[in-house]
């Protein structure tokens, strides 16, 4: 089987603090965290045609076809 080769830039992010707002109010922080991210993050992510590969807790990753596409993508 041959492989495809393809260039991608590539963001990993988490939120800060999000052990202590974890101790202070998990349900809340949990719920909050879901809300940003489905209204903000992941919207203006596919807005320049970039997709989540993994979401967990406070952590993404997402792919972007190219790195001014990125660049554009992490102003949210």
């Known amino acids: 089987m041959a ?10 992010a988490d939120v800060a603090g ?24 992941r919207p203006k992510i596919e807005e ?3 997709r989540v590969v993994k979401n967990t807790g406070d ?4 792919e972007f076809a190219s790195g001014s596409n990125l660049t554009l993508g992490t102003r949210v």
């Not at 492989?3 to 990993?12: F, K, M, N, P």
């Not at 719920?31 to 991210?37: H, I, N, P, Q, V």
């Open 3 to 12: 492989s495809t080769r393809r260039l991608a830039a590539v963001l990993a």
């Open 18 to 41: 999000y052990s202590r707002l974890m101790e202070a109010d998990e349900e809340g922080t949990h719920e909050r965290l879901k809300a940003r991210f489905a209204q903000l993050v």
């Open 48 to 50: 320049h045609r970039g």
């Open 59 to 62: 952590g993404l990753l997402a």
